[in-house]
């Protein structure tokens, strides 16, 4: 597991399903990097009165529009995947080669140009190593440390629409208003309705 300056811990681990039967045939881990957008939103939410820098990432029509995102924007609800293997830069603020859903897990049809990105479908908390208190010197559990949000990538989904397969390589962590938090490149995984992709990715908080 990779550390930022700040001791915020993250990783991404991939599991490789068969889509037909649900068997687990392999698991990846990879780190990921933190983009310098996620300063903004952790101070945004922090602040009673929000982060006017936040305007600098939105378009000028959706500021004027919307107005400086609400609490409920900047949770973190989708991914997004794409073909790019170019390692992260800290200043990406999207994926370089998305490549968009096309259906639903169930088959079902997303009307063209509706939804580029996948639903986080888990969120999953997990408490820390206990520390010690520094009044009692005893041991205290350190609550909810951890925090992995899972997205699936079905069988029917993201698959090539020619004879050529779609070869993900990154993968981007989002929030409701598309401000990408965090990204990560991972080995070539060549995709076909035979498999399915589950992203689990974990952020630990010093």
């Known amino acids: 597991m990779a550390t930022l300056p700040g001791n915020i811990e993250y990783n991404v681990k991939i599991k490789l399903y068969d889509a ?3 068997t687990l045939e392999d698991v990846i881990d990879v780190s990921n990097r933190l983009v310098i957008r996620y300063h ?3 101070t945004h939410l922090l602040s009673p009165v929000g982060n006017p820098l936040l305007q600098q990432v939105m378009s000028p029509a959706d500021f004027a529009k919307y107005g400086l995102p609400t609490d409920t ?3 973190i609800k989708k991914m997004r995947f794409g073909t790019d293997p170019t390692q992260t830069d800290i200043t990406m603020s999207g994926l370089i080669s998305l490549v968009e859903p096309r259906f639903f897990a169930d088959g079902t049809t997303i009307p ?3 939804q580029d990105w996948y639903d986080i479908d888990g ?3 997990g408490n820390g190593a206990d520390v010690v208190s520094s009044i009692t010197g005893q041991p205290v559990q350190d609550y909810d440390q951890n925090i992995t949000f899972s997205s699936t ?3 029917p989904q993201g698959n090539s629409t020619t004879t050529t397969p779609i070869v993900y390589r990154e993968a981007g962590l989002f929030t409701n208003n598309d401000i990408m938090f ?4 991972f080995p070539p995984i060549t995709k076909d309705e035979n498999l399915a992709l589950k992203f689990e990715w974990n952020l630990s908080l010093p």
């Open 182 to 185: 965090a990204r990560t490149t």
């Open 73 to 75: 924007d900047l949770k």
């Open 20 to 22: 037909k039967t649900g």
């Open 153 to 155: 990538m079905g069988g």
């Open 40 to 42: 903004l939103v952790i």
């Open 112 to 114: 063209p140009g509706t």
């Open 123 to 125: 969120y999953k908390f």
